[in-house]
């Protein structure tokens, strides 16, 4: 009897943090992702990006329907004998698209700025910009997921290895994160 009085009490504090969260018009949280080159489509290639490539950093986002969501990551990027690492900068702007309650998808876009943390002399750190364009999925109101692709751009130079990928294809992040 008393484990079904918790069970509902947890359910319906469950629900009521979930509809809560409706009306809510700011966010904030971390963020866990990874970037992977778009140039070659090959499984042993994506694997060891997948292995070595990471992402961490907190987002912000202002608005409900239509919002704007600055974000900062640190970016570990390996490829072959070449090891980044990075701040990247985007500015998002989003737009929900469908809002089931506990799932939603949105829309989103804009600039990226990256600067190299490295004083090599090998690569410019010379902060870049590039653009994103993406979409996502909100699950249960507090998980949130975005898949984007970093366009191509040949004023871009964030660092040799990197500026090779984004000129010959850009790069496609994932990122998971949790609204707070």
Known sequence: ???????????????????????????????????????????????????????????????????????????????????????????????KLLDLGLVSIHLNGGPSFSKLLSTDELFDTTPALNWQLGAGVNFLGFITTDLRYTLPNGTSNVAGQIENVIRNGGIVNLTVGLRL
């Open 1 to 95: 009897m008393k484990t079904k009085i918790i069970i509902s009490i947890c359910l319906l504090s469950l629900s009521a943090m979930i509809f809560a969260q409706d009306n809510k018009k700011f966010w904030y949280g971390p963020k866990f992702g990874l970037d992977v080159s778009s140039t070659e489509i090959n499984e042993e290639n994506l694997l060891n990006e997948l292995r070595a490539n990471y992402s961490a950093g907190i987002f912000f986002q202002f608005g409900k329907k239509l919002y704007l969501q600055p974000e900062l990551y640190f970016v570990s990027y390996k490829d072959g004998n070449t090891s980044l690492n990075y701040l990247k900068a985007p500015v998002m702007v989003g737009l």
